[in-house]
């Protein structure tokens, strides 16, 4: 074990979480990871494996699945969430008065809150009186990819710089490489709204309308998101970094992503509750076009292909006729 060895808890036990829970301990660290299922933490207890999202990956000897909640955190210097972000204000709210008040609170949940459209470090900051501690881990990754140990790089955000480091410094590993920004919101919004974006691109994909229009989307949509970002107080060069177009580029091109495994299935002409159904994992680009679409439009931003996405997703629109729309819209200049 490491001289610098610090217990931190996983809080999620999906793919990204076991991921992620995999990677800590192969870097030497202790790690617990909690699900909310006894039964199923139970099973990876006993098999040292997570076979339902990460086939074939060994838990390294420092990782222990914990059915309890109270025994996952005991001792915890980090709690890492990252759990869907229809859940993340229930489970923030299961851990609060569990936790020690000197440990940090991250979470590598990507999306908005339903309903309410926030940003999830402002539900955090509703359910917690010290913004301080808390900070936010995205990037480009693939659970499977991380879990494998091929090299892969992160950014780690927080109002407070020292704070950033600190969990910079507690995941950086040798294949693990740890990136430190002051942005929160800008690398909350890239995370989100990329999933939406990558949903297109399976459209556009599976419709068959080549590189040139991917390349053309991931483009355009990456100026959606770096307007959306600005206007809610984001920094410009956070969207060309590793949880900007990084991160955008990654989901919108490989079928490892969900989201663009969603957006395939829509231009073969599956439903929308059938393709979900299909994914048999969480699609969060399915909440997050409806939360985007909706701030966007609260804050005056245009984000057309948000907004054809969320035509298909909620209001039922033939994916050709969104792609129609886009492509019938006046000229304009590019910036």
Known sequence: MSARAEKIAVIGAGSWGTALAVQLAR??????????????????????????????????????????????????????????SHAFRGVLR????????????SWATKGLEPGSSKLLHEVAA???????????????????EVARGLPTAIAVASSDPRRAAQLARRVHAETFRAYISDDV?????????KNVMAIAAGIADGLGFGANTRAALITRGLAEIRRLGLALGA?????????????????????????R??????????????AREAIGQEVEGFAASLAVYQKARALGVEMPITEQVYKVLYESIDPRAAVHALLSREQKVEN
């Open 27 to 84: 870097g030497g660290n202790p790690v617990a990871l909690w699900g909310h299922l006894p039964g199923e933490m139970e099973q990876l207890a006993r098999r040292r494996r997570n076979e339902r999202y990460l086939p074939g990956i060994d838990f390294p000897p420092l990782l222990l699945p914990e059915a309890d909640l109270h025994a996952a955190l005991a001792g915890a210097v980090e709690i890492l969430v990252v759990v869907p």
């Open 94 to 105: 299961q851990l609060k008065p569990l936790l020690d008040e000197n440990a940090g609170l």
């Open 126 to 144: 509703e359910e917690f009186a010290q913004p301080a501690r808390l900070a936010v881990l995205s990037g480009p990754t693939f659970a499977m």
């Open 185 to 193: 919101i800008g690398v909350e919004i890239g995370g989100a709204s």
């Open 235 to 259: 920094k410009g060069d956070t969207f060309t970094g590793l949880t900007g177009i990084g991160d955008l580029a990654l989901t919108c091109t490989d079928d490892q992503s969900r989201n």
């Open 261 to 274: 495994r969603f957006g395939l299935a829509l231009a073969r002409g599956d439903g929308v509750a059938a």
